[in-house]
Each structure stands twice: as structure tokens, then as C-alpha cells.
């Protein structure tokens, strides 16, 4: 792999593109690089997901890191967020999370942590792919004594538990939700947690059997949940990914309430409670045009960042801040957690629920949500970058925003994991902003001889993707 780290750490295909080989590598490369900096010797927490592949690979890190001369602690199936809390709590020296969140079980890969509980920087994932990639021959291996143990950490799920439990006085009594835990992580964490603070909990796909992680359930899929909620008059649903990191929630009615209008709620609250610092919330390029229109409107001020946990992380740390996340449902708020915990953020909906003493959609009111269009353009790689020079393009994209005014906005840009070029309009008219995006797309498939692969739609009732809305180009 030319490539090793995306915006969202390791991924790819399991044993096929993130080999066991190239996981042994990264392990070793983490410990060398890790011994560079330190005197003593390196200790990594590891954990893990719940899909097929999981075990595998992990067990193919424990390996490379031991053969590097660490120590290994194995966490076992655990969030994302409790493998960067208990490395920070048991001061260790990185942690290390076998995972790929919302995606398919045949998908794999690696999130690293610093011993601070944060993803590691860019410059550390630039040393650690220039090991493995180019010069996998520099690390060394140790036998003898210095070989490296791995031991297990005990309690280690309860120990994150009793740590959330801590985080503040929370009393859901008469709460009835329904959790759906995507045969991910929170399987075997949500209902300990939820139930210990009195919520009547109503547990779905939360039998994970190495294969059926995400799949036609969590974030990516809420339709069965909807049905559920109004069957069993829930008073709101709380959806995870399998790693944990991302919360959605749907309302009593049954609509999807997202990352961006989960901040909208929980913004509004920590300002009655004067625990919003500067009145401010960290938000990404790619958040909702209404979001900016209700902060506007509530007197509470936007900084923007690129998308990205670690983006938004730096906006935040930088400010002081005290709330941050995107539309995705990947939510971080830093007086509790160095990293985006679904668990926690379910929690502090929960606490504005609870203390509103209204439905959830009477919370969520307070946001419009603006229909999207979203069209993922295919590249190649000799086109990166040559769009932005194109007048053609920047051209019509500037006379569409102009058509759209302060009723909404465009933004396009290249990703940063996959390669394609994302045109997104947003406001308030579905019919213009899909035409508009569809005219920007097709101009730049005419001048750069790319290919529109996808387009995505958001609707304004829930303000979310389903897969009717979803067309292959």
C-alpha cells in the first residue's frame, strides 16, 4: 500500500488489503517510534470490534508489537472511546482500537491513539507509513529477555462503564428507549450502562456474530428502528455504529435526529447551564446549512473545521471549547472525553431530555434542517487538484451560490479517503439545490472526463440518507 492512513485511520479490506503482515508492521513501526521518544519501556492497550475479522487482526498486532520489545494490555471487544480512555487512565503509552466503525464486516483497520487518549498526529501516522511502506527493514526485532509480554486487562468494560457513570448525576427513571447496538461494541456495554441509570431498555441487534455488524441496522440504517419506537411507545431511540464512536438518536415519532441537531439540543442546554464556553460549538464544512441559521438565531457563534475527528479536536483544544462534532454523529465534548464516545453523547441527550421535561421533538425543533444533494464524482489520480483550476467549473459554481443566496450554500471538494470529488448544495428549495448540483457535476464529468458514481439526497422531514434516496450513477 502506497497509502497506509485515511482520515479515519486504517481501513480496507480485511486479510486481503490490511494484511496481518502489514497490521505486524504497523505494531512494530508504532513501537519504534514510540522508543524514540521515551526512556522506559513501551506499553500499548489494545481493543477490539466485534466483526469476523477482528481477532485475526489483532492478534497479528499483539504480535508485532511484542516482537518490537512492548508490552501489550488486550482489552478484548470494547469501544473505540474505552481503549482511549483506559490508555490514558492507566498512563500507557498508546492504544490501539482493531475496527472500521460503521462499515461492513469484510472492512477492517486500525485506529491509533496517543497516550493522551487523542489520535495521533499527522506527523506521527507519516513516520509510522513511511515505515511500514517504504522501509519496513528498519524495525527492529528483539528476542531474550526483552521480547514483550501481553497480558489481559481485567474488568476492563466495567472500568469504562463505572468512568461514565462517573461523568455527572444522571437519573433516566422513566425513560424508555430503544437502543439498537449494531452488533458492534456497545452489545455488550449499552444495557449495563443505560439500565444502571434507570432507563427501561429495549435492546435490538445486540447479538453480534462476527458477521452481522452494521449490517441493515445502526447509523446507516434506522428503518426498522422507526417502526419499533411507535410500536413500543418509546420516548426515544439511541443508535451506535460498531465501534461506538458515532450516536444518532430517532424521537418519539420516529424521525432520525442526527449529529448536527443532536449538537443543536445539546448546545441550547449546556447554555441554560452556563457550561457553553464563549457560547461557541465546533462544527465542519460538510454540517448543515441550518445549523448556522440556529446558532445564529440563539446567539451561539460556529467555528468551522475540516471534517475529521482530529480536526475537530484541534478547534476545540485551541479554544477551549466545550462542544464539537459532526453530522454524522460523531460527537466530542472535551471536559469529558478526548475523543468522540457515542455512549457519552447518548448520555448527555439523555440529561437534556430529561431535564426539558418535553418530547424530543419538541427539542429538535428549534433546528430546520435543510434538504441535502450530495454527488460523489469519481477521479483519477492525475486529475487531483486540477478541478480548483478549471473556470469553467469555479465559474458556475460561483453563479449557482449566487442563486442560492443566504438560503443556503455549495461545497465541493476532493475526500480524503476515497477518490472522488463530493459536490454538496444545500437550502431550503429541494428543486433548486438538485438541479444545481447535478448542472455542477456533469460540468465537471465534461471538462476532467470523470464519472458522477453517486448521489445522495436528504429530505427535509428527517434530514437524513436512507437507501431509497440513494441512486447509482
Not at 464512536?245 to 452556563?274: F, P, R, T, W
Not at 448556522?292 to 446567539?299: I, K, L
Request: charged share 25%; proline share 2%.
Amino acid at each position: 500500500m502506497d497509502r497506509l492512513f485515511t482520515p479515519d485511520g486504517i481501513v480496507g479490506t480485511a486479510i486481503t488489503d490490511i494484511t496481518c503482515e502489514m497490521v505486524m508492521n504497523t505494531g512494530r513501526a508504532l513501537v519504534l517510534a514510540l522508543s524514540r521518544k521515551l526512556q522506559h519501556r513501551v506499553t500499548v492497550f489494545v481493543g477490539m470490534d466485534t466483526r469476523l475479522s477482528s481477532g485475526i487482526l489483532e492478534s497479528a498486532l499483539v504480535a508485532g508489537i511484542c516482537s518490537a520489545g512492548a508490552d501489550v494490555v488486550r482489552l478484548g471487544e470494547i469501544p473505540s472511546a474505552a481503549v482511549a480512555y483506559l490508555t490514558r487512565s492507566s498512563k500507557a503509552d498508546a492504544g490501539v482500537m482493531v475496527t472500521a466503525s460503521h462499515r461492513s464486516y469484510e472492512i477492517n483497520g486500525l485506529k491509533i491513539f496517543s497516550g493522551a487518549g487523542y489520535k495521533i498526529s499527522e506527523d506521527v501516522e507519516d513516520e509510522l507509513e513511511n515505515t511500514v511502506c517504504r522501509h519496513p527493514e528498519i524495525i527492529p526485532l528483539v528476542s531474550h529477555e526483552r521480547v514483550g509480554k501481553a497480558i489481559a486487562y481485567k474488568n476492563a468494560e466495567w472500568d469504562y462503564i463505572r468512568h461514565l457513570l462517573k461523568t455527572g448525576r444522571y437519573d433516566f427513571t422513566g425513560i424508555r428507549a430503544v437502543i439498537d447496538c449494531a452488533n458492534g461494541c456497545a452489545s455488550s456495554t449499552a444495557e449495563k450502562l443505560f439500565s444502571a441509570l434507570g432507563v427501561k431498555c429495549i435492546m435490538i441487534n445486540d447479538k453480534p456474530d462476527g458477521i452481522n455488524i452494521n449490517s441493515r441496522c445502526g447509523v446507516l440504517n434506522t428503518t426498522s428502528m422507526a417502526k419499533l419506537i411507535t410500536e413500543r411507545r418509546a420516548d426515544i431511540g439511541l443508535v451506535f455504529d460498531g465501534d461506538v464512536g458515532k450516536c444518532l438518536a430517532l424521537d418519539e415519532k420516529g424521525d432520525v435526529i442526527d449529529g448536527d441537531q443532536i449538537m443543536a439540543v445539546l448546545s441550547l442546554h449546556y447554555k441554560n447551564e452556563g457550561k457553553l464556553k464563549d457560547d461557541t460549538v465546533v462544527i465542519t464544512d460538510t454540517s448543515n446549512f441550518g445549523f448556522r441559521h440556529f446558532a445564529e438565531a440563539n446567539e451561539i457563534e460556529v467555528i468551522t473545521s475540516r471534517p475529521g475527528e482530529r480536526c475537530i479536536n484541534e478547534k476545540l483544544l485551541d479554544g477551549g471549547y466545550s462542544l464539537g462534532g459532526e453530522q454524522n454523529g460523531k460527537v466530542i465534548i472535551p471536559e469529558l472525553s478526548t475523543t468522540a464516545d457515542g455512549l457519552l453523547t447518548a448520555m448527555e441527550l439523555l440529561d437534556a431530555l430529561k431535564k426539558s421535561g418535553k418530547k424530543l421533538s419538541e427539542l429538535t425543533v428549534v433546528m430546520e434542517k435543510y434538504p441535502q444533494v450530495l454527488i460523489n464524482v469519481g477521479i483519477l489520480p492525475e486529475y487531483k487538484e486540477l478541478w480548483k483550476n478549471n473556470h469553467n467549473i469555479t465559474d458556475l459554481i460561483e453563479r449557482r451560490q449566487y442563486g442560492l443566496g443566504d438560503d443556503g450554500r455549495i461545497f465541493v471538494r476532493e475526500s480524503g479517503d476515497e477518490p472522488v470529488i463530493r459536490v454538496m448544495v444545500e437550502g431550503r428549495s429541494f428543486e433548486k439545490i438538485n438541479r444545481y448540483a447535478n448542472e455542477i457535476s456533469d460540468m465537471i464529468k465534461e471538462e476532467t472526463g470523470m464519472m458522477p458514481v453517486l448521489r445522495k439526497s436528504t429530505d427535509r422531514r428527517t434530514g437524513f440518507e436512507n437507501s431509497r434516496q440513494m441512486e447509482t450513477v
